[in-house]
């Protein structure tokens, strides 16, 4: 007799109990910022003599530091302060993106410690050549983080394009098909470093883990852990964080917003077809409708800023073209998903206040709910917090937060 029930796990044993509770406690302690043992036990509903257990082996392996007294105001003597450590281990994240690339390295409480950014245009350039580039840029990360006492475990890249085991398998704006990036990587920085033990380096889209970094780090409004986010570039990536997950669909190529069609004659794309979004909205349509086509693509989008500051029509009419295409594409997500909110990120952010109203426009006339018209607050710009760099070094710590004991090293970390 067969049934459709999903396979029992087997049961866990004393070790693997342990190391699901170093977790708990260590997420607790870093969730908290600053909290007794007693704190912990409360939260996680352990008892303090097991709470103890777990704190001593999170010290001598680096995760935590304990430091000065904490009086609860109750009898009793005052408990030490658990914070987890700005020393061991820490995330790096290398966005690779069309006209730059952004390095960035995460500490356990999820502070950005390390941050190298270089502009550069990498269409046209061997993706050899491109990886190369961002691991010397990179092995300089790891040195500023290695002097602050950091030790980074893992590298996640985030880069614009369709991911899929460890491989781009297309990356348009690039010119970028079939990549093996995750081997190319490892093998530059691991050349760069000449270390014995190569750190493990792993891929995604950086759609994704920009909208994972405004989840995390992004202070959205209390209840908006379902989104769809949108990242302006030179390409437009898209996400969808349904409930605080995100949502790969089933290859893990969901939110390439960027190729919804707008019009099947309209121009034609990278990507092989004609009328997609980013033909209308991207970064170089924007310019070029602005007339900044001849501009750099970086001092562009500053320059497209200030103009529509001053109000120069042939830059607010820009924004406006952009906004209402982007609002048309963005309609049909919110009545496919139902999120809470929509975010724009990218070039987006700085230019919202001209893109925002035309985009509110088509949400209010083309949402079926009702629930969305100008100033509900449901589209709103990213946080300054997160980013495509920031989030993907936030998915290594993440690792090392779901299974510290596999990260430990010996001895206590200093303050």
Request: aromatic share 4%.
């Given at each position: 007799?067969?049934?459709?029930?999903?396979?029992?796990?087997?049961?866990?044993?004393k070790?693997?109990?342990?190391?699901?509770?170093?977790?708990?406690?260590?997420?607790?302690v870093?969730?908290a910022?600053?909290?007794?043992?007693?704190?912990?036990?409360?939260?996680?509903?352990?008892?303090?003599?097991?709470?103890?257990?777990?704190?001593?082996?999170?010290?001598e392996?680096?995760?935590?530091?304990e430091?000065?007294?904490?009086?609860?105001?109750?009898?009793?003597?005052?408990?030490?302060?658990?914070k987890?450590?700005?020393?061991?281990?820490?995330?790096?994240?290398?966005?690779?993106?069309?006209d730059?690339?952004?390095?960035c390295?995460?500490?356990?409480?999820?502070t950005?410690?390390?941050?190298?950014?270089?502009?550069?245009?990498?269409?046209?350039?061997?993706?050899?050549?491109?990886?190369?580039?961002?691991?010397?840029?990179?092995?300089?990360?790891?040195?500023?983080?290695?002097?602050?006492?950091?030790?980074?475990?893992?590298?996640?890249?985030?880069?614009?394009?369709?991911?899929?085991?460890?491989?781009?398998?297309?990356?348009?704006?690039?010119?970028?098909q079939?990549?093996?990036?995750e081997?190319?990587?490892?093998q530059?920085?691991?050349?760069?470093?000449?270390?014995?033990?190569?750190?493990?380096?792993?891929?995604?889209?950086?759609?994704?883990v920009?909208?994972?970094?405004?989840l995390?780090?992004?202070?959205?409004?209390?209840?908006?852990?379902?989104?769809v986010y949108?990242?302006g570039?030179?390409?437009?990536?898209?996400?969808?964080?349904?409930?605080g997950?995100?949502?790969?669909?089933?290859?893990?190529?969901?939110?390439?917003?960027?190729?919804?069609?707008?019009?099947?004659?309209g121009?034609?794309?990278?990507?092989?077809?004609?009328?997609?979004?980013?033909?209308?909205?991207?970064?170089?349509?924007?310019?070029?409708?602005?007339?900044?086509?001849?501009?750099?693509?970086?001092?562009?989008?500053?320059?497209?800023?200030?103009?529509?500051?001053?109000?120069?029509?042939?830059?607010?009419?820009?924004?406006?073209?952009?906004?209402?295409?982007?609002?048309?594409?963005?309609?049909?997500?919110?009545?496919?998903?139902?999120?809470?909110?929509?975010?724009?990120?990218?070039?987006?952010?700085?230019?919202m206040?001209?893109?925002?109203?035309?985009?509110?426009?088509?949400?209010?006339?083309?949402?079926?709910?009702?629930?969305?018209?100008p100033?509900?607050?449901?589209?709103?710009?990213?946080?300054?917090?997160?980013?495509?760099?920031?989030?993907a070094?936030?998915?290594?710590?993440?690792?090392?937060?779901?299974?510290?004991?596999?990260?430990?090293?010996?001895?206590?970390?200093?303050?």
């Open positions: 007799m067969s049934n459709h029930l999903t396979p029992l796990e087997p049961k866990a044993d070790a693997t109990v342990r190391r699901h509770n170093l977790s708990l406690v260590l997420r607790a870093r969730d910022g600053e909290v007794t043992r007693a704190g912990v036990a409360a939260h996680v509903g352990l008892t303090r003599a097991a709470v103890s257990s777990l704190v001593e082996q999170l010290l392996g680096g995760f935590l530091t430091s000065g007294k904490t009086f609860s105001g109750q009898a009793g003597r005052p408990g030490t302060a658990l987890v450590a700005r020393t061991g281990p820490a995330g790096l994240g290398v966005e690779i993106n069309i730059y690339v952004a390095v390295v995460v500490d356990l409480a999820g950005d410690r390390v941050r190298l950014v270089e502009r550069l245009d990498n269409r046209g350039v061997p993706a050899a050549d491109v990886l190369a580039h961002a691991a010397r840029i990179a092995s300089r990360a790891l040195e500023s983080a290695a002097e602050q006492g950091l030790r980074p475990v893992g590298v996640e890249l985030a880069l614009p394009g369709l991911i899929s085991g460890g491989t781009v398998r297309q990356a348009p704006n690039l010119g970028w079939r990549v093996a990036v081997g190319l990587f490892a530059a920085l691991s050349t760069l470093r000449r270390t014995e033990r190569a750190l493990p380096v792993s891929a995604d889209n950086e759609a994704n920009a909208a994972l970094a405004e995390w780090f992004g202070g959205a409004p209390e209840g908006a852990r379902t989104f949108v990242s570039e030179i390409g437009i990536g898209g996400a969808l964080v349904l409930g997950e995100l949502l790969r669909g089933a290859h893990g190529f969901a939110g390439e917003i960027g190729h919804v069609a707008v019009d099947q004659l121009p034609l794309c990278r990507c092989g077809a004609h009328g997609c979004l980013e033909q209308y909205a991207g970064q170089a349509a924007l310019l070029k409708a602005a007339g900044l086509d001849d501009v750099a693509a970086g001092p562009g989008v500053a320059e497209l800023e200030r103009r529509a500051r001053r109000g120069d029509e042939r830059a607010v009419t820009a924004l406006e073209q952009a906004g209402q295409k982007l609002g048309l594409v963005l309609s049909g997500a919110v009545n496919l998903f139902d999120p809470d909110a929509v975010v724009l990120g990218g070039i987006y952010r700085e230019l206040p001209w893109l925002a109203p035309a985009v509110d426009r088509e949400l209010t006339v083309r949402v079926v709910s009702g629930l969305w018209e100033g509900s607050g449901r589209l709103r710009a990213s946080s300054s917090s997160g980013d495509a760099a920031r989030g070094a936030a998915l290594v710590v993440r690792e090392v937060l779901a299974d510290p004991l596999a990260y430990a090293q010996h001895g206590k970390p200093t303050e």
